[in-house]
């Protein structure tokens, strides 16, 4: 009997898999006949099984199975959905269909029906249902399914129990989601009142969110009460008539109805037991689930919105109003909100809310005093909200106009903040800018289009693993059951799941590619197990769209868009490029790991396979050896971007000469759109944390400095909300990953941080802190850069162990001693223990690295004692006995004396600025080696262990003899002896330009880069006062010794970027500033990368920049507010101008003009400008006098 019952269900599966939709072109089952299996078909899909586009006359349906019929293409436009056969589709679809769903019917699901009025809709319809019911007593549990089509507001015993339920988009292409609420604690014995506002929204599909051509309630609370048509309903008569919005002119990118509510009409106590609905219809039954067209209820899986209290407006408003005005309301920053109104008015007043320019909502007047809060949430992009007042015909007493903010309901613990104050803005405006960019699903923009465009989805979640409690987990899994549940039949997703508008290749592969990422942050093998097997198909999707070599090649039937900024290569359909290929690398990593860790051992392999392949061909497609760089599609490519570049190195396939050619570009290169710019930053904080952090304070400035709450789209967009561009845009939020993940250095190394890494990589910031959430608790990590050492701290949760790394490059000599708690664990290269809970790890050239057990750790690294330039080791990486060298020569004798043996140098440190040459012979004789940077292991030259004597030299920049005014990078002003005084020991300062001979010094090179620099107005020379081997020891002048004292002397190297690092020859320390205002004084500080070390040198009055051409015209000038821009001759669309001021700092950012176009300058003080105009690659430069 066992035996037959396994035959049995295994016939029945085997038919179930087997059973097939077949569609005819003709009526009665006749003409040409194609059988369709369970998937969803495309008009592309349609065609390829050889059905015609609009043929469809009858179709033959098996039990158990249901086919949705859509109007147009990628599953929309009007659409029905059938359980049974037909000879005829009828007259209103027949030669009508272009795309379908053929899906299995689910068993019921439950007593409650679906229902609503005998219509379907009309769209924009609101109505209110009833349900009266007795209750013999209070139950302890009444756990409760509701379902809207599309949103519900729910009132048991006339209270708000659900404000805004519902989601506004679908878990696939034909489910619906459902909420879960417990009603038990709002009812009572005896008599009950359940009412539920419903808003059927229908219309045009969006971006993302899907109509369904059917208004409908469902709720279901078991024993307790189920819809049905016991139920009562009403359309309710407040709600008037709105038009779908087009919104920016363009198209309907989310489905937004206008709301106008007339409360003259509205049927007062509606919620409560009293209310009389007598009159009201008796409610139809529309089914119970999965009926069509809402088919199988999904939970919806995220949290109710978190809704805040009323909150003031924080400008007055006026007390009363008596004809027609508009009041503003200060919000003073971008957040989810309803604005509300408290008013006595009499009947008709029209009050137009609107809080962004995309949409609007009414209310209109009943007599006497009111309240009403809106019922659609907007956010604040311009920081406002706005009541226009219209039709006023007597007094309105304002007794209140607040707003109250609603937002996903999740915790914000992560925590940024260091002693830089652009990147302190800027991490807050990310934070702002993804809590603003998350609801009902991951938003692009949360105004424009709210669209869960997965290039912008994948940097959220990224993200949001730094900012918020696990609750944000929940939204993130819910998308990419959305993103896999909409799969293609041929494998492939749409970029804007579950809606069908867009496919974008590169989205897509950054979407697959998180997966393994979300996992290794959370944990959650219960997802990837799930969505497992549409990962497979992708992967076979990508398999067939590549070419012999493994390649993933430009798709057909798709946008092969990667980024907006600028240098873009156009690569024509069945090419290779570099940034899809490097992303399907990863793609094929998630896969391999993901497989792995499933136990799908064979497809590892197969994966393994395909990597591999893909791995031995890439630099050989798009690294080019003469342009140094990898190009945009293939070696014959011309076009050299960061993107290309950036992907490029991800991938980890570069050798050194293209990590240098690579990294050339990433520093001399903005190509990249704030997509892109996140994957750049990344890459090039791997190579150089300074030079990450310098690209992304420059790339951002305008945004950092911008009026804006939020990140713009776009890096050109000007201080304003006009335009196309949002100022409220998720993939400009980035940094805010790349700051916490890279600069404080928490990134999980297994998964849901059972083991993870703190690696700060200060790049110049000399202090910051930071908290990371993660699914073990909260992880509290700091860095704090002394003048005799740093310190790392960190407190890590239970189940946890850290790896502690300890950064070589920080200090301007090497680490000698690490301590933890003030016991040495680490000296001069060997670990001593003597901590419990602290063990070795391993050490390479960019760190010492440590294990520690949770709890609170603090580490202390000291530098060497010595200033000197150059420090020799006995032993490979830094170890062994360890000797210190000044600039000097050093045969064998005086080697032996400063206690370096013969023949016995395995490691050196070798100071910026400064350059040793290694001899085999003694007396500087004999086969050579120069080195200029620190070496952790000399074993690849001849003269490992075979040294016999020593040149220690400066090597600086030797061709700047001159005069020169030198401006300061971080604060754009100039060098300057305070008060032109010509007195010994006057301070020298940074401040505005002003052009006189106290700003500009006469260098005279000394030889090998070392310089003297004089004073123009003084002839006297810079000095380190006292000669100070300390850091802050401030800079003064004083008449130059003879014969020279290096603390006069000063070595002068380039950044390779434009600037100059200005090194005093005696303590190897820089000269820098603090802050950016005038008046700090210049002082030497340990040379660690830091931008304020770093200085623009220009010749004599050339400070201010020449003008350029005189086919830049800027009228009238001098002006006192509006100046003409216009160019001769140019053919360019794209112009992008700057105003810097005399002293070089940028006033205006960059923003797009045209030729001709006007600019306001009353903003700027009186005073001299340049105005810089961007043409293709030329700059173009005028002189501007502002009165």
């Not at 198209?251 to 049927?267: G, H, L, Q, R, T």
């Not at 960061?642 to 903005?670: E, F, M, P």
């Not at 150089?688 to 939020?710: E, G, H, L």
């Amino acid at each position: 009997m066992k035996q037959k019952t396994i035959m049995l269900l295994l016939l029945v599966c085997t038919l179930a898999t087997h059973a097939q939709v077949v569609l005819y072109s003709d009526i009665n089952y006749g003409g040409t006949a194609i059988s369709f299996p369970v998937g969803n078909y495309r008009l592309a899909d349609m065609n390829a099984a050889g059905f015609p586009d609009d043929g469809l006359s009858s179709f033959s349906i098996p039990s158990g199975y249901q086919i949705t019929f859509f109007a147009d293409d990628n599953f929309t436009g009007k659409s029905f959905s059938s359980t049974a056969s037909s000879t005829w589709i009828g007259t209103e679809w027949n030669d009508q269909v272009t795309s379908f769903i053929v899906s299995m019917i689910p068993p019921s699901q439950g007593t409650a029906n679906w229902i609503w009025s005998p219509n379907a809709g009309p769209a924009n319809t609101w109505i209110a249902f009833r349900k009266k019911l007795s209750l013999a007593s209070k139950p302890a549990s009444a756990l409760t399914k509701i379902a809207a089509e599309n949103k519900y507001w729910l009132y048991v015993n006339n209270q708000l129990v659900v404000k805004d339920g519902g989601l506004s988009i679908r878990p696939d292409l034909v489910n619906t989601y459902y909420d879960e609420v417990d009603i038990a604690p709002y009812l009572q014995a005896g008599e009950n009142t359940i009412a539920v506002l419903v808003w059927y929204k229908g219309g045009q599909n969006g971006y993302s969110e899907r109509a369904v051509g059917n208004g409908g309630l469902l709720f279901d609370a078991g024993s307790v009460v189920v819809s049905d048509d016991t139920w009562k309903y009403s359309v309710h008569p407040s709600f008037g008539a709105t038009t779908q919005l087009i919104l920016n002119g363009q198209d309907y990118k989310w489905i937004a109805f206008p709301v106008s509510y007339d409360a003259a009409n509205e049927p007062a106590g509606w919620t409560s037991a009293g209310f009389n609905d007598a009159s009201w219809a008796t409610a139809v039954k529309k089914g119970l689930p999965p009926v069509a067209p809402w088919n199988s209820l999904v939970p919806r899986g995220i949290p109710f919105w978190r809704e805040a209290e009323l909150s003031n407006y924080q400008n007055s408003i006026p007390a009363s109003v008596t004809a027609n005005t508009t009041i503003t309301g200060t919000v003073g920053t971008n957040i989810q909100l309803r604005p509300y109104l408290h008013v006595n008015a009499p009947a008709g007043v029209k009050i137009e809310i609107t809080v962004n320019r995309h949409y609007w909502q009414e209310y209109i007047t009943k007599a006497g005093d009111q309240e009403f809060e809106c019922f659609a949430w907007q956010n604040s992009s311009n920081h406002t909200v706005t009541y226009e007042f219209s039709n006023v015909t007597g007094t309105v007493q304002i007794l209140g106009l607040k707003y109250r903010e609603s937002s996903y309901n999740v915790d914000i613990t992560g925590q940024f903040n260091s002693s830089d104050a652009s990147l302190n803005t800027l991490w807050t405006k990310a934070k702002n800018t993804s809590k603003v960019c998350m609801r009902d699903q991951y938003y692009d923009c949360p105004d424009r289009e709210r669209g869960q465009w997965w290039g912008d989805v994948s940097e959220q979640i990224l993200y949001s693993f730094y900012l918020y409690d696990t609750s944000v987990n929940k939204l993130t899994r819910k998308a990419f059951r959305e993103l896999m549940n909409t799969q293609k039949g041929n494998g492939s997703l749409y970029t804007t799941a579950p809606g069908t508008s867009f496919h974008l290749p590169d989205q897509n592969l950054a979407a697959v590619a998180m997966i393994w990422k979300y996992y290794m942050y959370s944990g959650d093998r219960a997802l990837l197990q799930e969505i497992y097997p549409q990962l497979k198909k992708y992967i076979q999707f990508c398999v067939a769209s590549s070419n012999a070599d493994g390649m993933l090649l430009l798709q057909n039937d798709a946008w092969n868009w990667i980024d907006w900024g600028t240098n873009i290569d156009p690569v024509p359909v069945g090419s290779a490029n570099t940034v899809f290929n490097a992303l399907y690398i990863s793609v094929l990593e998630t896969a391999i790991n993901t497989a792995n860790l499933l136990g799908q051992t064979a497809d590892a392999t197969y994966y393994q396979g395909l990597q591999t392949k893909v791995k031995n061909n890439f630099n050989n497609y798009f690294w080019n050896s003469a342009s140094r760089a990898y190009m945009s599609s293939n070696v014959s490519s011309r076009l050299v971007d960061d993107r290309s570049n950036a992907w490029a190195l991800s991938t980890g396939l570069a050798n050194d000469q293209q990590k240098a050619g690579a990294l050339s570009v990433l520093k001399n290169r903005n190509d990249a759109g704030p997509y892109q710019e996140m994957y750049v930053e990344e890459n090039l904080f791997k190579l150089d944390p300074t030079a990450a952090i310098t690209r992304m304070k420059n790339r951002f400035t305008p945004m950092i400095n911008s009026w804006s709450s939020t990140l713009w789209e776009d890096f050109t967009e000007s201080n304003s909300n006009a335009g196309y561009s949002s100022n409220n845009h998720a993939w400009s939020a980035g940094p805010l990953y790349v700051m916490s993940a890279y600069l404080l250095g928490i990134r999980p190394t297994q998964p849901a941080y059972v083991e993870f890494t703190f690696a700060p990589q200060p790049g110049g910031v000399t202090q910051f802190a930071g908290v990371v959430p993660s699914v073990k608790g909260n992880i509290i990590a700091s860095f704090s850069l002394g003048s005799t050492g740093f310190t790392q701290s960190l407190t890590s949760p239970s189940g946890t162990t850290a790896i502690v790394s300890v950064p070589k490059d920080v200090l301007s000599t090497l680490i000698s001693e690490i301590k933890v708690g003030g016991v040495t664990v680490w000296k001069n290269g060997t670990f001593l223990g003597g901590v419990s809970g602290v063990t070795f790890f391993q050490q390479n050239d960019v760190s010492v690295q440590f294990k520690v057990s949770p709890g609170s750790w603090e580490f202390t690294a000291l530098p060497f004692s010595s200033t000197d330039p150059v420090i020799t080791y006995v032993d490979c990486n830094y170890s062994g006995t360890a000797v210190s060298l000044p600039v000097g020569n050093y045969t064998l004798a005086q080697m032996n004396a400063k206690g370096i043996p013969d023949d016995a140098i395995s490691s050196l440190v070798v100071a910026e600025g400064y350059k040793v040459i290694l001899y085999a012979d003694d007396n500087f004789t004999g086969q050579t080696e120069t080195l200029t940077a620190n070496n952790n292991c000399i074993t690849w030259s001849a003269l490992h262990d075979k040294t016999t004597s020593i040149r220690v030299l400066t090597n600086g920049f030797t061709n700047l003899s001159g005069t020169y005014f030198i401006q300061n990078r971080a604060s754009g002003l100039q060098m300057d002896v305070n008060g032109a005084s010509t007195a010994d020991g006057a301070s020298v300062i940074h401040s505005e330009y002003n052009g006189n001979a106290n700003q500009q010094f006469i260098f005279t090179h000394l030889g090998d880069g070392n310089y003297k620099i004089l004073a123009k107005h003084s002839s006297k020379s810079l000095d380190v006062n006292a000669a100070s081997l300390l850091n802050g020891a401030n800079v003064i002048q004083h008449p130059y010794h003879d014969p020279v004292e290096s603390h006069q002397n000063f070595i002068i190297v380039a950044t390779g970027d434009g600037y100059y690092k200005i090194i005093a020859k005696h303590s190897g320390k820089v000269l820098q500033v603090n802050g950016v205002s005038g008046g700090g004084l210049v002082h030497q500080w340990s040379n660690i990368g830091q931008i304020n070390g770093q200085w623009a040198f220009t010749a004599g009055a050339a400070a201010v920049a020449a003008e350029t051409t005189s086919s830049l015209s800027v009228d009238p000038n001098p002006a006192t507010s509006m100046i003409t821009i216009k160019l001769a001759a140019t053919k360019e669309e794209k112009l992008y101008m700057r105003i810097y001021n005399a002293s070089g700092t940028l006033v205006s950012p960059a923003r797009k003009i045209y030729s001709g176009q006007q600019f306001n300058l009353s903003a700027l003080p009186a005073g001299l400008y340049i105005v810089n105009v961007t043409i293709g690659d030329k700059v173009l430069s005028k002189k501007v006098v502002k009165y």
